[in-house]
Nanobody, 127 residues
Framework: QVQLVESGGGSVQAGGSLRLSCAGY????????LGWFRQAPGKEREGVAT????????DYADSVKGRFSVSLDIAKTTLYLQMNSLKPEDTAMYYC????????????????????WGQGTQVTVSS
């Protein structure tokens, strides 16, 4: 069993930055697909960024490329999402997810293939 706990959300003005963290607890062994996803009110959940722990390869949604960066501290079993140049349209609940059933980086569109999910952290960007 794996538990994921997100933190780091908050309110920020447009153009600001936030760093989200996702701490993993439990039986974490081998290679994983990890990802950040978000859901705005009235919208479907969408992929933001993913990373494969086997080789560090990543994938990003077009809307965040050049602004967001996903990284992993394996020793701390913590996933990060550095978000720069935030826009009001980035406002959403952000979730991290993990799945051990993978052998390469997953496209951000494959969000429904993740087995473990955190409870989310809210990000609000004001104009």
């Amino acid at each position: 069993q794996v538990q994921l706990v997100e933190s780091g959300g908050g309110s920020v003005q447009a153009g600001g930055s936030l760093r989200l963290s996702c701490a993993g607890y439990g039986y974490i062994y081998g290679t994983y697909c990890l990802g950040w996803f978000r859901q705005a009110p009235g919208k479907e959940r969408e992929g933001v960024a993913t990373i494969y722990t086997g080789d560090g390869s990543t994938d990003y949604a077009d809307s965040v490329k050049g602004r967001f960066s996903v990284s992993l501290d394996i020793a701390k079993t913590t996933l990060y999402l550095q978000m720069n140049s935030l826009k009001p349209e980035d406002t959403a609940m952000y979730y991290c997810a993990a799945d051990w059933r993978c052998s390469s980086v997953r496209s951000v569109s494959r969000l429904y293939e993740y087995r473990y999910w955190g409870q989310g952290t809210q990000v609000t960007v004001s104009s």
